[in-house]
DNA sequence: TATTGTTATACTCTATAACTATA
DNA sequence: TATAGTTATAGAGTATAACAATA
């Protein structure tokens, strides 16, 4: 086990990292604040699916995307549909409005990093992102990571982030 | 430059890693959470210094800054001197009683880190920490890294903050 | 007039608990 | 009775703006 310091370190890091995710929030439209952004995100990623899977995919509680649901709904980037198979279920869908609104989440996240982090190698970039991934699965709260995971319902899901419109950027 | 496909993959991350600090947040003390806690941590680390130091150490804005130091002066963690300098300023320094609940912190933190990053070795665990540091560093945001207790994993760079004179934490 | 710090206000995010409607 | 989802409420975090005291 490691020393008690660099786990000390890291636990300042992660702190730390919060005034970049509030730079990166700065970029977002008044309109789609990072919460609801998350859920365009999820939804973009795994495809369909329902409120509970959601909340999972983004580890909040169901109150919580309850109510980012409910924005994105109100804007029209999402619609709930109703589940054959379970009345109290709601299965929510991003529509075309939600994957611009999305494609535009998506260019200023990268406009900000690209611009930030030009110095950066792709084998620099790979690795932190690989440990960053690491950390939240390790850590049993964070389930929006690559791999598979959003499926089970059989819909879409065309999942892996085409060039054009990719999932959202940050969030708190 | 990277491809954006990286840059989302990296902003996704980020995001992601809000669980991981809700998850630490939620091993806090009730009586000193996230906000106080970085205002003792930075004096630990820095020493005394004044209310527009700490603001620019944690890129706050000094508002956020003011209310985070009066709950920590409020519970006799710091004590706020005056500067013979200049009337306007405020010297803050921990107190004994700041160290005692610093060390309670940092026991938590490493307790919980210890125990999820279990499988991690220790150049995982530095290669992660400074990445982070730099992205903090590279986004001009995050001034709490560099040189720490002991074993700085690979050579923090600049090391600005005590020289402090870096550019404004929040647009004005 | 400019700067340091405080306070008032507002908004976002999150969690707990109470509630509904199905199962 | 248990589960999916909603809503009400409360608390933490942050930012903007107005303000006080000092430079």
């Known amino acids: 086990m490691a020393t008690q310091g660099r786990y000390m370190a890291l636990a300042r890091q992660i702190t730390a990292l919060g005034a970049v995710k509030r730079a990166l929030a700065r970029t977002l439209p ?29 580890a909040l509680d169901m109150s919580v995307t309850s109510r980012h649901v409910a924005h994105v709904a109100q804007h029209g980037w999402v619609e709930r549909l109703s589940d054959p198979a379970d009345g109290r279920s709601r299965i929510l869908r991003l529509t075309p409005a939600g994957r611009d609104v999305l494609a535009e989440l998506a260019d200023v996240a990268v406009d900000a990093l690209a611009h930030r982090l030009a110095g950066w190698s792709d084998t620099e970039l790979d690795t932190l992102t690989g440990l960053l991934a690491r950390l939240c699965d390790d850590f049993g709260d964070c389930r929006d990571r690559h791999q598979d995971l959003g499926h089970g319902s059989g819909t879409d899901h065309g999942d892996r982030a085409q060039a054009g419109h990719t999932p959202a950027p940050s969030r708190t």
């Open 30 to 58: 008044a309109t789609c604040p990072a919460g609801p952004a998350a859920v365009l995100s999820v939804l973009n990623r795994h495809g369909d699916m329902r409120m509970s899977k959601v909340s999972e995919l983004l």
